[in-house]
């Protein structure tokens, strides 16, 4: 699952309530899936262009995996594997549960093929379909609430699905288009950047116990947030063209460190498929390779992007509790993948006494590393594995962006991510003291 958000961990009980509700989320979460493959071509399920991103045949063998491996093998006796060696070959990272095949090697998996991995679906699919018709007294709650768990994974899936899909067509100097159909941004300015106030106190952050949650978010618990000001929507396009211009890649007075290092090293001098055509800047999107648009939020920026863009802006990147203090109570309305745009829109409320963009468009950086919440304790067993080993060296993103499954995200939601990294849906908002 790359680095999205605390992979399979819940610490709820299941929320849907009937057996008939449960299998149809099932089938709508694993449609969905399908779905964002139906553009590509075979070639396409194949490649993987960089360690970090796995080929799309592998995403949709490994969240079926999921389902085989935690619920049909332990509770469904009559279930038979429809090849043993995918319990190897699909597995991502749990070492509990046995050794996973090499992240960095999933490209070279020419078999099974496509269609197989498709009929690999079917084959569980219908025995999901036929455990969950008739649930076994004994074992009811956890089946359902590892099935809700299943169906979280596969919907972080299906966004890195498409982070994935972008980055592979983008290797291609022909910029393949993955869709022709998507649904372009109004054409409209962006708002005004204004500034909203909070004042200091004792607040509390984390889930607070009511529907499905990972256990990266918990518990809730009090944290003490001086008072700041959190800016009114996201950093546009146009305003980090203006960073680029005043040489910002090139001022060491702006970044960390380890960030200026990396500049050098990787040669950046812009956001992640940008491209200079006749001294106008493009960007390669799922659409195919268009003009920036400067009133749309900026995307594909790592941790030391952002943070050099707050430095030379005056400003800082909020917290991830001042960013949830003020996310707390609003209406998780946003540009995700339902809205059909795949790509962050222009911010055209003109003014409101709420932040905008809050959720969908980009996830948001924080200035807050990616550690455990006091009191935080990961599941047992294999399903508690992927967290809080990976607890060190990332940081934290807020929001959900434009392919994120509406329905999945919420204000205490933890995404994270190496500071380096850029190919996910990634932007910034700005902070700072009152």
Same mark, same amino acid.
């Given at each position: ?11 709820? $009980? /299941?929320? %849907? ?12 979460? #694993? $449609? ?6 139906? !553009? ?21 063998? *490994? ?16 279930? &038979? ?29 020419? #078999? ?73 941004? @109004? ?15 004792? #607040? ?16 809730? *618990? ?8 959190? @800016?009114?929507? =996201? ?6 063209? @203006? ?11 702006? +970044? ?15 956001? %992640? ?8 800047? *493009? ?19 790592? /941790? ?11 400003? #800082?990147?909020?917290?991830? @509790?001042? +960013? ?30 709420? !932040? ?8 948001? +950086? ?16 294999? =399903? ?26 919420? $204000?205490?939601?933890?995404?994270? /991510?190496?500071?380096?990294?850029? +190919?996910?849906?990634?932007? %910034?908002?700005?902070? &700072?003291?009152?």
């Amino acid at each position: 699952m790359s680095h999205l958000a605390c992979e399979m961990n819940s610490v709820d $009980a /299941f929320a %849907l309530d009937t057996t008939d509700g449960l299998i149809e989320r099932f089938k709508q979460v #694993r $449609a969905a899936t399908e779905k964002l493959c139906a !553009p590509l071509q075979t070639e396409d399920y194949l490649i993987q262009s960089m360690p970090d991103v796995s080929p799309p045949k592998w995403h949709l063998a *490994h969240v079926t995996w999921f389902f085989e491996a935690f619920i049909l093998k332990p509770f469904m006796p009559s279930y &038979k594997a429809l090849d043993p060696a995918y319990d190897y070959l699909f597995n991502s990272y749990y070492e509990t549960h046995g050794t996973p095949f090499p992240r960095a090697k999933r490209g070279l998996i020419s #078999r099974p093929t496509v269609a197989e991995v498709y009929a690999f679906r079917q084959w569980v699919d219908q025995a999901m379909v036929g455990l969950l018709s008739d649930l076994p007294k004994q074992h009811s709650a956890e089946i359902a609430r590892r099935t809700e768990l299943g169906l979280h994974h596969e919907q972080q899936h299906q966004e890195l699905l498409l982070m994935d899909i972008k980055h592979i067509l983008a290797q291609n100097p022909l910029h393949p288009v993955y869709r022709q159909d998507l649904k372009p941004g @109004a054409s409209t300015e962006s708002a005004p950047l204004k500034w909203h106030a909070y004042p200091s106190g004792v #607040r509390h952050m984390g889930h607070s116990g009511n529907g499905f949650a990972f256990d990266c978010e918990t518990p809730r *618990h009090r944290v003490f947030v001086d008072e700041f000001q959190l @800016a009114s929507r =996201l950093v546009t396009n146009g305003e980090y063209i @203006a960073f680029i211009e005043d040489n910002g890649y090139s001022r060491s007075e702006l +970044w960390l460190s380890d960030g200026f290092s990396q500049v050098r090293q990787a040669g950046w001098q812009a956001p %992640l498929y940008w491209e200079n055509v006749n001294g106008r800047w *493009h960007s390669m999107g799922l659409g195919g390779l268009q003009p920036v648009d400067e009133h749309a939020p900026v995307c594909h920026i790592s /941790f030391y992007e952002a943070d050099a863009y707050a430095t030379w802006a005056g400003a #800082r990147l909020p917290t991830e @509790a001042e +960013w949830e203090v003020a996310a707390a109570g609003l209406s998780h309305v946003g540009n995700f993948v339902e809205q059909d745009h795949l790509a962050p829109v222009a911010c055209s409320v003109q003014a409101s006494e709420q !932040p905008q963009q809050m959720f969908g468009d980009v996830w948001e +950086w924080t200035g807050s590393a990616y550690r455990p919440y006091p009191g935080f304790k990961p599941l047992d067993g294999s =399903l508690g594995e992927y967290n809080g080993k990976f607890m060190s060296g990332q940081m934290v993103l807020r929001g959900g962006c434009c392919a994120t499954p509406a329905d999945h995200i919420r $204000a205490t939601y933890r995404n994270f /991510f190496y500071p380096t990294m850029r +190919w996910q849906f990634a932007g %910034l908002r700005l902070a &700072k003291e009152i």
